[in-house]
């Protein structure tokens, strides 16, 4: 069992930046990928980027690649998104979310690679 709590969200200017972080409680955190999602208002929730277990291999979706930046510490049980030239756009919750099971890649672009789910944060950019 896996509690993920996020932070970091808010209030901020197109262009400007925010970090997000996700807090993992248990002690096996290393065993899973982790990912970012993020849902806008009346939209579905969307692959933002996800993290390998060892922190060496991290891929992003089109829309935020050179902006977004995935990073883990296994160390700490923690792994972060920092988001750069913050576009309306990226207005959504963002959620981060643990995967235990080994898959292909591209699996894990989707939900239902991921057994636990964080509660969201807020992120709102204003134009």
């Known amino acids: 069992q896996v509690q993920l709590v996020e932070s970091g969200g808010g209030l901020v200017q197109a262009g400007g930046s925010l970090r997000l972080s996700c807090a993992a409680s248990?002690?096996?955190?290393?065993?899973?990928?982790m990912g970012w999602f993020r849902q806008a208002p009346g939209k579905e929730r969307e692959f933002v980027a996800v993290?390998?277990?060892?922190?060496?291999?991290?891929y992003s979706a089109d829309s935020v690649k050179g902006r977004f930046t995935i990073s883990r510490g296994n160390a700490k049980n923690t792994v972060s998104l920092q988001m750069n030239s913050l576009k309306p756009e990226d207005t959504a919750v963002y959620y981060c979310?643990?995967?235990?099971?080994?898959?292909?890649?591209?699996?894990?672009?989707?939900?239902?690679?991921?057994?636990?789910w964080g509660q969201g944060t807020q992120v709102t950019v204003s134009s």
């Open positions: 979310a643990a995967a235990r099971t080994y898959y292909s890649g591209s699996y894990y672009y989707t939900e239902n690679a991921y057994d636990y």
């Open positions: 993290i390998t277990r060892s922190g060496e291999n991290t």
């Open positions: 248990g002690r096996t955190f290393s065993n899973y990928v």
